[in-house]
């Protein structure tokens, strides 16, 4: 595998490839990297003849307070599991290979309506963040395709929607969540949980399988359900920050015979932000 730190090393060598007919994919990361980030890498190897990783930890979308200075960075680990994945390159690029300029006087990408409800609502500034890491690193790299996980629900609808309005010639493909086998969706964050809250932990899974099997079962008193769930992660221990159930298409409030929807949930327990979701079709 290949390691690349600047623009230009990364651009030389993606020109080599384009030059003999390759298709390239791309599956930007915070490394810290576990068995779902993998599973898009080895998604990544059977869609394009190349694969990129980069692994840059953003601190454009870590608002006042959060965890950018603690956040894992396990680089000399990342770097065998992605050679084992079969990863082609990586793009290991520093703070001032992405912001040529102090991040208050950076041009920013902001995608109105979806930025600012749900996670972007409790983490103000958030998605701005994502959306202008993720537009950058598709001009650095202009790849083929770009792979995300689907536990980021809303981030992959932002990404989706920032590559349609500017017209950016990659196809973004989401890959389903990655869980533990009692279901708890992988993160590099479930590393802060302690014994005792990782235990608890997959509450969030369990209560999001309950209120879509009522759905599916034909409950569609919504808000009721979502108060059900919100005390239901209360009650194991969990502090919510919302249980909705939302159009899958926008996040936007269903109305009557929507029947594509998303289920999506975030709570806090002890320093970790879980963050879950689930589509269904209403019939």
């Not at 090393?9 to 791309?26: E, S, T």
């Not at 694969?51 to 396990?74: C, H, K, L, W």
């Not at 932990?201 to 209120?211: D, F, K, Q």
């Not at 059900?228 to 249980?243: C, I, T, V």
Request: aromatic letters at 6%; proline letters at 5%; one cysteine or more.
């Amino acid at each position: 595998m290949k390691r690349v730190t600047t623009v230009d090393d990364l651009r030389r060598q993606l020109a080599v490839w384009r030059g003999a007919g390759d298709r390239i994919a791309l599956v930007p990361t915070m490394g810290n990297l576990h068995a779902g980030h993998l599973e898009l890498v080895q998604q990544a190897r059977q869609l394009a003849d190349r694969v990129v990783v980069s692994i840059f930890v953003n601190p454009m979308q870590f608002s006042a307070g959060e965890d950018f200075d603690g956040y894992p960075r396990t680089l000399d680990q990342d770097i065998i599991r992605l050679s084992d994945a079969g990863a082609d390159l990586l793009f290991q690029p520093g703070e001032a290979e992405i912001y040529r300029r102090p991040l208050e006087n950076e041009t920013l990408v902001e995608v109105p309506n979806i930025s600012d409800i749900l996670c972007g609502a409790f983490r103000p500034g958030h998605f701005v963040g994502v959306a202008t890491v993720v537009c950058k690193l598709l001009n650095m790299s202009q790849p083929n395709l770009a792979l995300f996980g689907e536990k980021d629900y809303q981030q992959l609808l932002v990404i989706c929607r920032m590559v349609e309005d500017l017209s950016i010639p990659v196809e973004i493909r989401g890959v389903p969540t990655v869980r533990e086998e009692d279901g708890l969706a992988l993160s590099s964050r479930n590393s802060y949980l302690s014994l005792e809250e990782r235990a608890r932990a997959p509450s969030i899974y369990r209560v999001l399988r309950e209120t879509a099997s009522a759905i599916i079962g034909g409950d569609k008193e919504y808000h009721r359900l979502e108060q059900m769930a919100l005390s239901r992660l209360a009650e194991a221990g969990l502090k919510p920050d919302y249980f909705v159930i939302r159009r899958a298409q926008d996040l936007g409030v269903p109305a009557p015979g929507d029947e594509e929807l998303v289920i999506l949930a975030t709570a806090c327990l002890g320093r970790a932000r879980l963050i879950d979701n689930l589509k269904l079709s209403a019939m």
